[in-house]
């Protein structure tokens, strides 16, 4: 009896999947296939400019038996620079300093301080070679200075992007054409993921990058590199790259 019931039951269900699979072909095609085919078109683009601006940190580094001293020898110091860089042609706004941190000095078996060191950061941006000398040049004019980290810039990065941009999405416009007219297909887009980058692809400068604690850099490499070779300031690559989701349509 219980076989009997079992086979009954398997041709109930086989019957009942046969029913599912009956209809036409477009039936049958929404049945395993309801969703509308898709497909995905990349664009990339990218360009190598060199930057037009370098933002250059200057340490200031002085030490005195006294805080007061210490702090008093880093002020002058500090309206030297300042007045040095806007002789240059540098203007104001391109010129921030930073607040003083001082620290005291200790002997190797002493409990009290014998010093004190007093450090200042001035951060410049610069955008000619000129001005990038007469920064370069207060390291030989100045013991008590060091060049700190170089970063670069791009005074037009936005429309650079910009341009990246149209052109990334350009590259997926015409592969679309291309698939289109191959295939006899239409490609609605129903979908789109796009972003930029940048990437510093190359230094030119030999300036070192120095610690806060103000590590000095010889002052002959300094001199070499300014007088062999002309200040150029880094190269930088942005990237553009696009997805454009698409439906795919039949004509």
Do not use: W
């Not at 219980?2 to 477009?26: D, H, Q, V, W």
């Not at 898709?38 to 340490?59: F, M, P, Q, W």
């Not at 002020?75 to 806007?86: D, G, M, Y």
């Amino acid at each position: 009896m219980k076989i009997i019931t079992s086979l009954f039951l398997i041709i109930c269900t086989i019957n009942s999947y046969a029913t599912e699979m009956r209809g036409t072909p477009e039936e049958l095609k929404n049945h395993f296939y309801p969703e509308t085919p898709k497909i995905t078109l990349y664009g990339n683009a990218d360009r190598t400019v060199e930057s037009d601006i370098a933002k250059i940190a200057i340490i200031i580094r002085t030490e005195a038996k006294k805080m007061e001293q210490a702090l008093t020898e880093n002020t002058e110091i500090r309206q030297k620079v300042i007045t040095t860089l806007s002789q240059a042609g540098i203007p104001q706004k391109d010129i921030q300093t930073d607040n003083f941190s001082t620290s005291p000095e200790f002997g190797i078996f002493s409990s009290r301080p014998s010093s004190f060191s007093s450090i200042n950061t001035i951060k410049v941006s610069v955008t000619t070679s000129s001005q990038f000398e007469a920064v370069a040049l207060l390291v030989d004019i100045h013991p008590e200075i060091s060049l700190g980290k170089i970063e670069y810039e791009l005074s037009n990065k936005a429309e650079i992007k910009r341009q990246l941009l149209a052109e990334a999405l350009a590259d997926v416009m015409s592969k679309k054409a291309i698939y289109e007219k191959e295939l006899g297909i239409i490609l609605k887009v129903v979908g789109i993921n796009s972003y930029n980058d940048s990437h510093r692809a190359r230094r030119y400068d030999e300036v070192e990058e120095i610690v806060l604690t103000g590590s000095r850099m010889l002052g002959s490499e300094s001199s070499k590199t300014r007088h062999d070779e002309p200040l150029k300031f880094g190269e930088m690559t942005f990237y553009a790259n696009s997805a454009i989701f698409f439906e795919i349509l039949d004509k």
